[in-house]
């Protein structure tokens, strides 16, 4: 059990920043302006590593470096594997290039009805509206585009996007990316949904953030009323270990849910994160606990520089195994790895359909024991073995 992983101790609290006014510190603009984006910075703060250092230095060109004071404080300065460090502060492996890695690794470059706009899927499209996060993960699938270090300069055109799905009818569902939607301003968020409403065949909208991870800050009560004002607006958040569902954390998810915003989790499996049993069970009781519902378990894309970050496959098989049966099915994610090369999020289960044929299914469940389903007329559900199942071994 990871040794934080208790129901008692989420953290809360102004930690290196103690003696800032409590009201600068729950300024989101002040965690902005006071983010960590430089090596002399970072190093005035704790002692690096020979890789982080490197790593630092090479940021400039691949991915920048930026870590709100917020999000600073979840890290453990004395410990370079620690979990959260690992996620945020650059390493010298990004600069090795595998064989099997990509620039864009789930091809969205190809599917792009506009520049900034994505539609791949017949009824759905991703739109991209801005190249800044509060703080870069250094496994993002879009390092090509964050931060604009790679020379990419991505400016995204809000009319041009919005034209495209006026007049593409066949798009209900929009999701908004980036970057980082919620670091747009209140007035443009505000603009960009009302728009997005006005458009009859737009049924569903989705923001995918991670701002409420790094800087809860931002959910204040001119936000809640731009998602009460344009809503339901879906919103998925991206955890990845339990120290990061802190007290202001579980603040800001309960403020968007009374805003009106269901809330998913999008995890990515990483290597020396999240990458075993204990650490994704703590994770996903923590984020029930905070009205968030685990929703996609990714497997890290092929992006360039990730592979000291990457976990194996048969891990996330192991996760969804060990979860399955073992908590309500709300808190079990659907594994899936994006398909290199733009073949789309592909479900990856553990095996429990055993056998198919023309008159049953052969199935295990949880823990293993084999059961039969008639597929002809009929009502017989007999186990193998050991005798007639209870309904609570079947349905969990
Ligand atoms: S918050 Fe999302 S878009 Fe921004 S760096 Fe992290 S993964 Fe990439």
Redesign the pocket.
């Known amino acids: 059990m990871y040794p934080e992983d208790s129901r008692e101790r989420w953290f809360r609290g102004q930690g290196h920043w103690s003696g800032v006014p409590a009201e600068q510190w729950g300024d989101w603009r002040w965690q902005m302006r006071n983010r960590i984006t430089r090596l002399e910075e970072l190093e005035e703060r704790m002692e690096l590593t020979p890789e982080e250092r490197e790593g630092c230095l090479f940021a400039r060109s691949k991915l920048s470096l930026a870590i709100t004071p917020y999000f600073f404080n979840l890290m453990n300065l004395e410990d370079p594997g620690c979990p959260i460090r690992r996620q945020i502060v650059p390493r010298s492996e990004e600069m090795q290039v595998s064989p099997e890695e990509l620039l864009d690794p789930v091809g969205e470059e190809s599917s792009m009805g506009v520049d900034g706009l994505v539609h791949r899927y017949p009824d759905r499209c991703l739109f991209l509206v801005t190249n800044v996060?509060a703080a870069?993960?250094r496994y993002?699938t879009?390092s090509r585009l964050?931060s604009n270090a790679q020379g990419y300069d991505f400016h995204p055109n809000f009319e041009n996007a919005l034209k495209y799905i006026e007049e593409h009818t066949e798009i209900r569902d929009v999701l908004l990316s980036?970057?980082?939607p919620l670091l747009l301003s209140d007035k443009k968020l505000d603009f960009l949904l009302g728009r997005l409403r006005a458009i009859k065949h737009v049924e569903f909208i989705r923001i995918g953030s991670?701002i409420p991870v790094f800087m809860p800050q931002r959910v204040t009560p001119e936000l809640q009323d731009i998602f009460r004002k344009h809503g339901p607006v879906w919103m998925s958040i991206?955890v990845n270990h339990p120290r990061e569902c802190t007290e202001e954390l579980y603040e800001a998810t309960e403020k968007l849910t009374m805003a009106g915003v269901p809330l998913g989790n999008q995890s990515v499996l990483l290597k020396g994160v999240n990458d075993d049993v204990d650490t994704m069970t703590s994770l996903v009781h923590r984020l029930l606990m905070m009205r968030v519902r685990p929703y996609y378990l990714y497997q890290c894309d092929l992006i360039t520089g990730s592979r000291h970050l990457r976990a194996d496959v048969s891990k996330g098989i192991e996760i969804i195994k060990a979860l399955r049966g073992h908590s309500t099915g709300y808190a079990v994610p659907q594994f899936v790895i994006d398909a290199p090369g733009g073949g789309g999020k592909i479900p990856i289960n553990p095996e429990y359909v055993t056998e198919m044929n023309e008159n049953e299914i052969v199935m295990r469940n949880f823990e293993g024991k084999e059961f039969r389903y008639p597929l002809q007329d009929g009502n017989l559900l007999a186990p193998v073995g050991e005798g007639l199942p209870q309904q609570e071994e079947v349905l969990v």
Request: charged fraction near 25%; glycine fraction near 18%.
């Open positions: 996060c870069y993960c993002c879009r964050v980036g970057g980082d991670r991206h």
